[in-house]
């Protein structure tokens, strides 16, 4: 079983702001991003590490025309390894930058079974009472015990965890 991060999408985005449009990142490694770094960067469409991994593969494969070339062939496997172990975490952190927060953490199976967890612990929350709304107002979240993570909050999993 994997760890799901659970993150719901920005207010006032085009996807809404509710429980069911959350996306759900699993903390394990994918053999694609080993063998081909590059089709699984492309695929998750994280345009800067791409950009990175291009940039590294480029100047390891000009160690080859050098005196160097024992160890560029020896290194060339690094950015792939890299992507392999952190993977999960450009995609959270591709999200975060793109304003979606992170609501919690989920054990499951597979996709499907972390969104079915996560739903149902939603729908088992006591909901928040809600006064009347005004446009100054802001909308509750999903559950009266939810809250955006903060930086000193935000749980941690992956090889590099920040201190």
């Not at 995609?91 to 927060?101: D, F, P, V």
């Not at 006591?126 to 006064?131: T, V």
């Amino acid at each position: 079983m994997a760890v799901y991060e659970v993150y719901i999408p920005p207010a006032g985005s085009k996807v809404g702001n509710s429980a069911a449009n959350a996306r759900y990142v699993a903390d394990r490694v994918s053999v694609l991003a080993l063998i081909f770094p590059f089709i699984w960067l492309l695929w998750h469409r994280l345009w800067f590490w791409l950009a990175v991994y291009l940039l590294v593969a480029f100047f390891l494969s000009t160690l080859g025309t050098t005196n160097l070339a024992i160890l560029g062939a020896a290194l060339t496997f690094l950015p792939g390894l890299y992507v392999y172990l952190e993977g999960p975490n450009m995609i959270a952190g591709k999200l975060e930058y793109q304003g979606w927060q992170l609501a919690g953490l989920v054990e499951a199976a597979n996709e499907d079974a972390a969104a079915a967890r996560w739903l149902e612990r939603m729908e088992t929350t006591p909901q928040a009472a809600s006064p009347a709304r005004t446009s100054e107002t802001p909308v509750p979240p999903a559950s009266a015990n939810w809250r955006p993570a903060s930086a000193t909050d935000r749980p941690e999993f992956g090889l590099f965890a920040e201190d």
